[in-house]
């Protein structure tokens, strides 16, 4: 910003603090504010002043002298900056983390991974992505006793077929990150202390990054280790890392705050090869993401599919993000320059600009908070011989207007737009020719032409097809009588509050919603007084000599075809969705729809437990608090825990299937009754649902992922 008017208040205070501060503008987390006389002022706020027009230079002298300072104190050590392995992650600008249950990552029905199907949606979408952050853990994670790594493993295909779809990436220039979470300490204990157990997975699958969930920096022996086995990996802490620990995690998320100026990245500023990449996965609009990446020479995660709450990416921020990486990429060596200026004057109030000097060339990377056009004198630039100037982002050069030894440049800069500026001896290189022939093309449109309207992506309900009926109850089941059901109940989702797109979507519904109340009519039907037991699965293997097709972690806890010595009358778990529905049809039944199954645990009286509404552990399996699952209790060994219809084990023994929803981008499954396995140690692991009045989500990839030690199933049967 260009100001004119001082009054001598902020350049005594800046001469006097000097010596007694290492810097007078200490960051607010990990980012450094401006000087304070460019935020607008008002009559009320004392004392009013402006910036003089040698501010930004006392300001750009304190925050180089504190970075210099700030090296020297925290010892910093560049070294792994400067390693080829990791010099990847100095250009990675546009990453999203990606659940493994996108439907466009993984097709269940041809059992393969569809990588090149994922990266083309995002290419046509918004331009493409330079990393993705392969994300297999939470929020499934705990309903059994599988640690991060077994989930991974619990992939398609196991190890081997991970490493393949690595490898897919790679073939597409994308490099791969999986997450560490060290809050999971409930779960198995790995063979090996957690930095070498996770170095060897990612070694072996040959992933490029980790990224440290819910961690401040992740430690240094993690990167010893994987640098002891020949595979150094890039770790990115989800928070801010101390000063030191830059040195050894070269990435880092940004959350950031966004005020209307643009704040200097505290990592950046230390080191300007560090990459930071953005990550504000419930905003519904992405600017202020993408301006303040922009302005830092930063990344972005644009992450959209959130626990499987889809948070889609509009048409702007989507044409913006293809842009501004565009830019990004095809300016990649300028964004790392020691000699950064972030702050550069600007001629116009809202417009924020960084300069990145490269040798005898200069790039600018600016973008205009303000919400209305603004074109016209932009920005000073030295007057010098053979110098030329373009606007990368309009891919046109610019005539500069001389004014003594500097020159203007003008151009337009839309509403909360974005523009770069090449200063280039003489004529640009092919590569930059090639940029602005590219940029010239996609913005032909302005921004303002694309829809910047959020809107929820609708999901539907998979129909379960009815069964023979029966005009009596079938051995083993119990009768539920039709009628009207008030039918309520709520989500046990961690996160997401009540927010549009939370949970599911009924049929009744036209958007996915935590909270859900509906009187439906429901026709009488029969339902298994228990959950479906080992010994009656086995009588379906024996039968029909059922195989998966994708037969990892099938019955998991049996051996050579069999369940173990004493588990006959225990619920069968380690089977999935797919796995209990060929069991129903075999039986000449279904699975229940989720309001059936509340019908038989809750009767008519809106009762909060099968049997009334107060909480009585005698009436449920003793928690399993351990690492390792003991096993479900026998399906009859809590006659207490009875339902209104004399319907058993409802609740708390293993989960159970029920309806399956999807929608373009993933699949999830309702399981009802809580389990006996309680993870310890996390408020971030699955979440129980004792309440009849509460359900838990599961998100579905594949049958050998789906697969769990904690979830079983029962069966109903259309009645006349």
């Known amino acids: 910003m260009h100001c004119t008017t001082y009054l001598g208040i902020l350049a005594s205070a800046f001469v006097l603090g000097a010596a007694a501060q290492d810097t007078l503008y200490h960051a607010d987390g990990q980012q450094i504010p401006p000087p304070a006389c460019m935020n607008l002022q008002h009559a009320w ?65 041809a059992g393969r991974y569809t990588v090149d199907r994922y990266l083309q949606d995002l290419e046509k979408r918004y331009g493409g992505i330079d990393a993705v952050l392969v994300w297999a853990t939470y929020p499934n994670m705990g309903i059994d006793d599988r640690n991060q790594l077994q989930m991974v493993q619990s992939m398609p295909g196991g190890v081997e077929g991970v490493r393949q779809m690595v490898s897919d990436f790679h073939r597409r220039g994308v490099r791969v990150l999986f997450p560490m979470m060290m809050w999971d300490e409930g779960t198995h204990e790995p063979p090996e202390a957690w930095p070498q157990a996770i170095a060897s997975l990612m070694k072996e699958i040959n992933a490029d990054g980790i990224n440290g969930d819910t961690q401040d920096g992740v430690p240094l022996g993690f990167s010893l280790a994987a640098e002891k086995i020949g595979h150094p990996l890039a770790f990115e802490p989800e928070s801010s890392p101390s000063d030191e620990a830059l040195a050894w995690n070269v990435m880092n998320w940004g959350q950031y705050k966004f005020p209307f100026i643009p704040m200097v990245d505290r990592f950046k500023w230390l080191e300007t090869r560090h990459m930071v990449n953005i990550s504000d996965r419930w905003a519904k609009d992405k600017t202020d993401d993408l301006q303040f990446a922009f302005f830092n020479g930063a990344g972005w995660e644009s992450w959209e599919n959130v626990w499987g709450i889809w948070n889609g990416i509009t048409p702007r921020d989507a044409e913006a993000t293809r842009r501004v990486a565009a830019i990004e990429r095809g300016i990649a060596l ?101 940029l602005m022939k590219h940029m010239a093309e996609i913005t032909a449109q302005p921004l303002a032409h694309f829809s910047h309207q959020w809107t929820v992506l609708p999901q539907s309900m998979v129909e379960i097809s009815p069964t023979a009926q029966a005009d009596e109850a079938p051995t083993g089941m119990v009768h539920i009588p039709g009628g009207n059901f008030i039918f309520q109940v709520r989500g046990t989702e961690i996160e997401g509050g009540a927010d549009n797109g939370v949970d599911v979507q009924y049929p009744w519904e036209d958007s996915p919603r935590r909270f859900h109340e509906h009187t439906i009519q429901i026709k009488s039907f029969f339902i298994d007084k228990f959950p479906v037991t080992n010994a009656q699965f086995k009588q379906f293997l024996d039968a029909t000599h059922y195989a998966p097709q994708d037969g990892l ?141 509460e359900h838990s989500k599961v998100l579905l990839m594949a049958p050998s992922y789906d697969r769990s030690g904690g979830v079983g199933f029962r069966c109903v049967r259309d009645a006349e």
């Open 553 to 693: 972690n099938f019955l998991r806890d049996w051996k050579n075809g069999t369940y173990p010595q004493g588990w006959a009358n225990r619920p069968v778990t380690w089977v999935s969705l797919e796995d209990a529905r060929a069991y129903a049809k075999w039986a000449g039944k279904r699975l229940p729809h989720e309001w059936e199954w509340q019908l038989a645990a809750q009767g008519t009286d809106g009762r909060m437990y099968p049997w009334g509404n107060q909480w009585n552990p005698a009436n449920v399996p003793t928690p399993d608090n351990g690492r390792f699952m003991r096993g479900p209790d026998p399906v009859d060994a809590h006659p207490a825990g009875v339902s209104p219809y004399g319907v058993m084990d409802m609740v708390g023994n293993v989960w159970q299937w029920t309806d399956e929803f999807m929608d373009e981008h993933t699949r999830t499954a309702v399981v009802r009754g809580g389990e006996y396995y309680q993870p310890q140690g996390s408020i971030w692991y699955f979440p129980q649902a004792y309440r009849n009045d």
């Open 334 to 434: 300028f964004l790392v320059s020691p000699e950064w200026e972030p702050l550069y004057t600007m001629h116009n109030y809202g417009v924020y600009a960084s300069r990145w000097p490269l040798d005898q060339q200069t790039v600018w990377t600016i973008v205009n908070r303000a919400a209305y056009d603004i074109s016209g004198r932009q920005m000073d630039v030295p007057l010098m011989p053979g110098m030329r100037y373009f606007d990368l982002y309009h891919g046109v050069e610019l005539k500069p207007e001389a004014n003594g030894q500097d020159a203007a440049l003008s151009f337009a800069i839309e509403a909360h737009g974005y523009g770069a500026i090449l200063a280039t001896p003489g004529e640009p290189d092919p590569a930059m020719k090639a």
């Open 45 to 109: 706020e004392t004392p009013l002043y402006l910036c003089a027009p040698h501010i930004h230079s006392l300001w750009l002298a304190d925050l180089q002298h504190w970075r210099a300072e700030r090296r020297i104190r925290i010892d910093y050590d560049p070294t792994r900056y400067e390693l080829p392995p990791l010099r990847w992650t100095q250009s990675s600008f546009i990453q999203p983390q990606m659940m493994v249950q996108d439907r466009y990552f993984y097709d269940p029905v």
